[in-house]
């Protein structure tokens, strides 16, 4: 059975496409194209978006997307396993062993008895009470006790009421004209370009909210655009597309 990878570079070669072609198309970098033809799954960041980029680039060549991600899934099972049986065999051949011999534990048992018998009958007639330690004689208490000196007195300073700063105003902050924010709600790749340099490309875990300004113009890219609730400006966006969707968005003033 051939693999995804191979399905894949088939088809794509059959078309006469470049992977640079495929990038510009579906947004794929061409590094992730590369990786899942030759079956290296290892350097996609997470399976959420591996899979995503399965289906869109199985789609954008004109297969059938979901059964693509399906026989992934089908060839990343693990092999069934041969019975493991040798632990209970080890276990059954441990039961065969001989008990231990119980004359021997019970002589030992009475040995042990007699001793602790004898010793305790040492200690009683040699009267083994340990003598409580000598207590000190009583003394003088005058002769004991230190003269107490009398304690100066600490005049009392009067308290001066302490002024508090005065708090100098705060100006608002100021905003470029361009404000994206993004709460991300499931691990999500993400590439972020503002004034056309790129200031972040990575993983946003769950639970993260991220704001970036900017003068001209900000690009959102996301491996799946269904894991983020963007805002432009303070207006709600919404979602840019969904689980596993690799959407380009340009936000501009």
């Given at each position: 059975?051939?693999?995804?990878?191979?399905?894949?570079?088939?088809?794509?070669?059959?078309?006469?496409?470049?992977?640079?072609?495929?990038?510009?198309?579906?947004?794929?970098?061409?590094?992730?194209?590369?990786?899942?033809?030759?079956?290296?799954?290892?350097?996609?960041?997470?399976?959420?978006?591996?899979k995503g980029f399965i289906r869109n680039?199985?789609?954008?060549?004109?297969?059938?997307?979901?059964?693509?991600?399906?026989?992934?899934?089908?060839?990343?099972?693990?092999?069934?396993?041969?019975?493991?049986?040798?632990?209970?065999?080890?276990?059954?051949?441990?039961?065969?062993?001989?008990?231990?011999?119980?004359?021997?534990?019970?002589?030992?048992?009475?040995?042990?008895?007699?001793?602790?018998?004898?010793?305790?009958?040492?200690?009683?007639?040699?009267?083994?009470?340990?003598?409580?330690?000598?207590?000190?004689?009583?003394?003088?208490?005058?002769?004991?006790?230190?003269?107490?000196?009398?304690?100066?007195?600490?005049?009392?300073?009067?308290?001066?009421?302490?002024?508090?700063?005065?708090?100098?105003?705060?100006?608002?902050?100021?905003?470029?004209?361009?404000?994206?924010?993004?709460?991300?709600?499931?691990?999500?790749?993400?590439?972020?370009?503002?004034?056309?340099?790129?200031?972040?490309?990575?993983?946003?875990?769950?639970?993260?909210?991220?704001?970036?300004?900017?003068?001209?113009?900000?690009?959102?890219?996301?491996?799946?655009?269904?894991?983020?609730?963007?805002?432009?400006?303070?207006?709600?966006?919404?979602?840019?597309?969904?689980?596993?969707?690799?959407?380009?968005?340009?936000?501009?003033?």
């Amino acid at each position: 059975m051939e693999t995804v990878g191979e399905i894949l570079l088939t088809e794509r070669e059959k078309r006469g496409l470049t992977v640079k072609d495929v990038e510009a198309a579906t947004s794929i970098r061409a590094l992730y194209i590369s990786a899942i033809e030759s079956n290296k799954f290892s350097v996609i960041p997470g399976e959420v978006y591996l899979k995503g980029f399965i289906r869109n680039y199985a789609n954008y060549l004109g297969l059938n997307g979901q059964a693509m991600v399906d026989l992934y899934r089908q060839q990343q099972l693990p092999p069934t396993n041969a019975a493991v049986d040798a632990a209970q065999q080890d276990t059954e051949g441990n039961a065969n062993t001989p008990a231990n011999n119980n004359g021997s534990v019970t002589k030992w048992l009475i040995i042990g008895t007699v001793v602790l018998i004898l010793a305790g009958g040492a200690w009683w007639f040699t009267g083994g009470k340990e003598a409580n330690p000598a207590q000190p004689k009583p003394g003088n208490p005058a002769q004991n006790t230190a003269p107490v000196q009398p304690q100066a007195q600490v005049p009392i300073q009067p308290q001066v009421p302490v002024q508090p700063p005065a708090t100098p105003t705060q100006q608002p902050p100021k905003t470029k004209p361009v404000v994206v924010a993004a709460k991300f709600t499931a691990e999500c790749w993400a590439q972020i370009t503002v004034d056309g340099k790129e200031v972040f490309e990575g993983i946003m875990e769950a639970g993260v909210l991220k704001t970036w300004e900017a003068e001209q113009t900000i690009v959102v890219k996301l491996g799946n655009a269904g894991a983020a609730e963007l805002s432009y400006n303070g207006q709600p966006v919404g979602k840019l597309g969904g689980i596993g969707e690799v959407i380009v968005k340009k936000f501009a003033r």
